[in-house]
């Protein structure tokens, strides 16, 4: 490529994810039951970084707080950005079947948000809890999140890795966008901002949250959107036109693509070229499944851009 774009490992293969083959998804997780799948994925994020990815975007679950546990135990780990999304419906769905439902999962989540979020955020918080301010629930929930992330990244004295964003899960992001809650936007923000952490947003609807951003003013240069990008147009909404253009409208975001091949329908070297030709992009994310995946793949995108 003729421009640098910031490369990173997805986890979604850790997961056991495919949103392109259900079959997939299942042999994806019969692999990871079959091997010590925390210390087999810390190895291929560290092979990735070997290879030219700058960084490891993550959904926010036991798994993956715990392939940061494994990076930290590395002292020789390159430098690993870490770019973080929450909530991670998967990982609340399963604990609501280990808890006694909603009603359970509910309890037992506020109880770990008492225990470990900031004790000033949550007293600041505490009259919009009870009234159940969906902002005051907000800024509760990320700070108990960032208490998560902090602790596995802190677990050692090694340094290799850095949280350097932390993002709202499309689920979350497009219902607000939906429902036009400019204030949450707003207070989300700043609340990340007072923190020192880049805030960003994961979406499906990549042109209207930039146009609805413009629309209330709010700066774009201090967000990171990720949203997918690819040439056939897979999970680009409402257009793949429609989202190349709004890249010309989110000028000065850190904008990274997701789903660059289409979930595995495009090949490395088909992605690369069209990621090039893209003006606005900063970065790709790209999810591998193993070591040697890793090595092709990065190679691939490395030496593109």
Known sequence: ???????????????GISHLSQQKARERSLDQSQKSAQQ??????????????????FSVDEVTLSIIKQLQKNPNASKVRLYAIAPYAYEYVRKATQTGGVSGLAMN?????????NAKVLASNIGGLARFNLLALLKTYTAYELSRIKNASSANNNSNVKLEAFMLHEIVTDMALALNMETLFRGYIDFLESR??????????????????????????????????????????????????????????????????AAGYLKPA????????????????????????????????????
């Open 196 to 261: 020192h952490i880049r805030p960003g947003f994961e979406t499906r609807n990549f042109s209207i949250l930039v146009d609805k951003f413009r629309d209330w003013d709010i700066d774009l240069g201090k967000l990171t959107l990720t949203a997918s990008f690819n040439k056939v147009g897979f999970q680009m909404c409402p257009t793949k036109q429609q989202c190349e253009e709004a890249l010309k409208r989110a000028s000065g975001a850190e904008v990274i693509a997701m789903s660059v091949l």
């Open 109 to 117: 989540l506020a109880k770990e948000m008492v225990f470990s979020s």
């Open 1 to 15: 490529m003729s421009k640098q774009l910031s490369l990173f490992v997805g986890d979604n293969p850790f997961h």
């Open 270 to 305: 088909e992605a690369v070229g069209y990621l090039a030709n893209l003006d606005g992009l900063s970065g790709a994310v790209i999810g591998v499944s193993g070591e040697q995946q890793a090595t092709e793949t990065f190679r691939v995108f490395r030496e593109g851009r």
């Open 40 to 57: 087999q994925a810390a190895r291929i994020v560290e092979r990735a970084v070997e290879c030219g990815a700058e960084g490891f975007m």
